[in-house]
């Protein structure tokens, strides 16, 4: 095992002052450690972006240090990177879960159009039955033809107001009405 051949402090020091040599004596120093710190965290599968921010924590850790509040290097880095690391776990955690529920959504709304069911003509003329000619209007041209907002707003000449408050409804309506059987 090499012994360092500088302490931190005067690395960080260095750094501050504006050496580009001394910032790779630090990396040289800490890489197995941000290395463990990832696959401690379960990220390895994305060691090589994670790896990058570990590296760029440990240059804004370095200019953020300050020896005066009795506390090593290390342990500050250290603390720094765990927070960085869960913060980061837990958003691919969320984004995750985003994702799970956007999918069941894109498949609830285009089931009938991916697949072409033979139900499809029924399921429409049911769903017009319990709509309103403008909520089915818009429904239909934002849901089962894919039109933008805009675009039904200039061809019909509607408010987006009132689009986005008649696409409302109309789900309202239909999440009801095919709940409740």
């Known amino acids: 095992m090499k012994k360092k051949l500088h302490n931190d402090y005067e690395i960080i020091e260095r750094i501050k002052q504006g050496c580009e040599s001394s910032f790779e004596l630090l990396v040289e120093n800490y890489k197995r450690f941000i290395s463990k710190k990832i696959y401690k965290f379960n990220l390895y599968y994305d060691y090589e972006d994670t790896f990058q921010e570990g590296l760029i924590l440990l240059y804004k850790t370095a200019l953020a240090f300050d020896p005066s509040f009795n506390k090593t290097f290390t342990r500050f880095f250290e603390m720094s990177l765990e927070r960085y690391l869960i913060t980061r776990v837990n958003t691919i955690i969320r984004r995750k879960d985003k994702m799970v529920r956007y999918r069941d959504s894109i498949a609830e709304f285009n089931h009938c159009i991916k697949e072409n069911s033979v139900y499809y003509e029924l399921h429409l003329n049911e769903i017009k039955t319990i709509l309103t000619p403008?909520?089915?209007?818009?429904?239909?041209?934002?849901?089962v033809k894919m039109f933008s907002i805009d675009?039904?707003?200039?061809?019909?000449e509607l408010t987006k107001k009132k689009i986005y408050n008649s696409l409302q409804r109309a789900k309202e309506k239909i999440q009801r009405h095919f709940n409740k059987e």
């Open 134 to 143: 403008l909520e089915f209007l818009v429904f239909e041209k934002r849901h």
């Open 151 to 156: 675009d039904i707003s200039k061809t019909h």
